[in-house]
């Protein structure tokens, strides 16, 4: 069932939708245990943060057979909250768990996910204790975290899973919502038909091109709504639409990270500084007819450009 939409202000918070926990058994203490290989630590301690864990214990969650009890797992949670983190740890664990695991991560764009996998994840694995059991590969159009068991983590195009052979463990969409429709997902899903494999699809809310995540979302939350606790799984961090963006107790409320890695006066000059309905949607999960309401066909920019004196309308 969806979460309440009225929350105590104190963190952690919880989403507004989230399929609802079953109790059954999950991998959430190993990913932890990850992130505090990796020298993750925030003002609570070394390690995740309670939102994290929470993520990680639904999204994993395992049937009685030992398989995972969802084949696709969405995440709507706004810019610098950790999930960025979480993911890299999340992937780590799930190389590290079983031999061979095959993982294909890809972001806004493949220059953007391979920043992320050389520039700004290697050198927290590099200078982690987990070096000795992981190896990297920069080759352009080859790049890949190479593990001693044989798990490998690397980059997808839409056209091919490269370097992955015939099978696919785990395919990770991050920033999803800067893709316009499901061709990275149609390039992953069949090489996860025979496996006991899992589609991540994370991101921040999307603009009015983001039609593939936002079905994902749409779905998502109505799965949560009718209870739902198979095959796929949703969690949603968002203001609710009558909420005052601008106000910090909403923030409190909605905000996972707030108060551990982000703080009120950050959020606060950010509000001041950023337009107004960018910061609905990347701060606050708002989508377009509520971060720019009115707007949906004709920019609030163009409209009063068009509207100046000695412009014909």
Not at 10 to 32: H, Q, Y
Request: with cysteine; charged share 25%.
């Amino acid at each position: 069932m969806p979460m309440p939409t009225s929350l105590d202000c104190s963190p952690p918070c919880k989403p507004r939708f989230c399929t609802p926990a079953t109790g059954r058994p999950d991998l959430s203490a190993g990913i932890g245990k990850i992130a505090e290989l990796l020298g993750f630590r925030t003002s609570l301690g070394p390690g995740l943060m309670p939102w994290q864990h929470e993520a990680n214990a639904i999204t994993t969650e395992q049937t009685p057979e030992g398989r995972f009890a969802y084949r696709q797992a969405v995440i709507e949670v706004m810019r610098q909250q950790g999930k960025t983190v979480d993911l890299l740890a999340m992937m780590i664990h799930r190389a590290l768990r079983r031999p061979g695991t095959q993982i294909a991560y890809t972001a806004q764009t493949h220059k953007d996910a391979r920043k992320r996998l050389l520039d700004t994840w290697w050198p927290i694995v590099e200078g982690s204790k987990l070096r000795r059991l992981i190896d990297v590969r920069r080759g352009s159009g080859s790049e890949a975290y190479l593990f001693r068991n044989g798990s490998m983590l690397s980059l997808v195009s839409s056209t091919q899973i490269s370097g992955h052979g015939d099978s696919l463990d785990l395919g990770v969409i991050d920033e999803a919502w800067a893709q316009a429709d499901d061709h990275l997902e149609q390039a992953m899903r069949p090489a996860m038909m025979t496996r006991d494999a899992q589609l991540w699809i994370v991101s921040a809310a999307g603009t009015e091109k983001s039609a593939y995540f936002r079905g994902k979302v749409e779905d998502g939350r109505a799965r949560a709504e009718m209870g739902v606790t198979e095959g796929g799984c949703y969690i949603g961090y968002s203001f609710a639409d009558d909420e005052d963006p601008a106000d910090p107790v909403t923030w409190r409320r909605r905000m996972p990270a707030l108060g551990i890695t982000v703080s009120e006066e950050t959020v606060k000059t950010d509000l001041g500084l950023m337009d107004l309905a960018e910061f609905r949607r990347a701060y606050g999960c708002q989508w377009p007819e509520v971060a720019r309401p009115g707007w949906d066909i004709i920019e609030q920019d163009t409209w009063s450009a068009a509207a100046a004196p000695g412009v014909r309308l």
